[in-house]
């Protein structure tokens, strides 16, 4: 988990709040993502950014808000409009290999979300 | 579009015998494959990867993959398991390199003293 921050550890949502979650890496790493961990389902990408200011959506980026206004922080927001947000949340960084290579991603220590 | 299959949920084995935890991919291309442990409520550590060269890779806590293109797998060994080896285990697949990966579902490793 060493380099990746992640917080808070547990957050609480009541209904129709939109909540913050927040990932900062100190790897100086170019991309970074989000992950929504469900049990028996794996991981699922919900957004990633390979450089400031620009991100894509992944597979499950509806009721989700993301920036990258700093290479070090990667804020996701879950929206009122994520009806069942419960969930895991994994933030992980990787650097960008200019050759063929596929860089490792390291992960945070995640964020357990819960909804009142 | 690329996939990976775990096909065991579930995998026991007694301390000290040998453990194989099952990875298959599809995906077009040459792959970049990779290995993930979790324990408990914590983020996932990586474990080893293949990129390319040899089929054997080894990686941290003496786990070890082979890289089997006909088969399009990827199992994960150890030779001789440990009770502190007890965790989630995740398999991961990238089709071109810095894309996103894409996760197996995992298989829950219990090692039995």
């Known amino acids: 988990d060493g380099g990746i921050t992640q917080s808070p550890k547990y957050l609480f949502r009541k209904e129709g709040q939109n909540v913050t979650l927040s990932c900062e890496q100190n790897l100086n790493h170019d991309a970074m993502y989000w992950y929504r961990q469900d049990p028996g389902q794996g991981l699922r990408l919900i957004y990633y950014?390979?450089?400031?200011?620009?991100?894509q959506k992944g597979d499950i980026a509806e009721g989700y808000s993301v920036s990258r206004e700093k290479k070090e922080s990667f804020p996701l927001t879950v929206t009122s409009a994520q009806k069942n947000p419960t969930a895991f949340y994994l933030c992980a960084s990787s650097q960008i290999d200019k050759g063929q290579g596929q860089e490792t991603q390291y992960f945070g220590p995640g964020t357990r979300l819960l909804v009142l | 579009a690329q996939s990976v299959a775990q096909p065991e949920d579930q995998v026991n084995v007694a301390e000290g015998n040998p453990l194989t935890v099952k990875c298959t991919y599809s995906?077009?291309?040459?792959?970049?494959l990779f290995w993930y442990v979790q324990y408990p409520n914590r983020g996932l550590q990586f474990l080893l990867k293949?990129?390319?060269?040899?089929?054997l890779v080894k990686g941290s806590y003496g786990f070890e993959a082979e890289f089997n293109k006909s088969q399009t797998s990827f199992h994960l060994k150890k030779p001789s398991a440990l009770v502190s080896d007890s965790a989630l285990y995740f398999c991961?697949?990238?089709?071109?390199?810095?894309?996103?990966?894409?996760f197996g579902k995992g298989t829950r490793l219990s090692v039995i003293a």
């Open positions: 995906v077009s291309g040459n792959p970049y």
């Open positions: 991961a697949v990238s089709p071109t390199g810095n894309t996103p990966l894409v």
């Open positions: 950014s390979q450089i400031v200011n620009d991100f």
């Open positions: 293949y990129i390319t060269g040899d089929n």
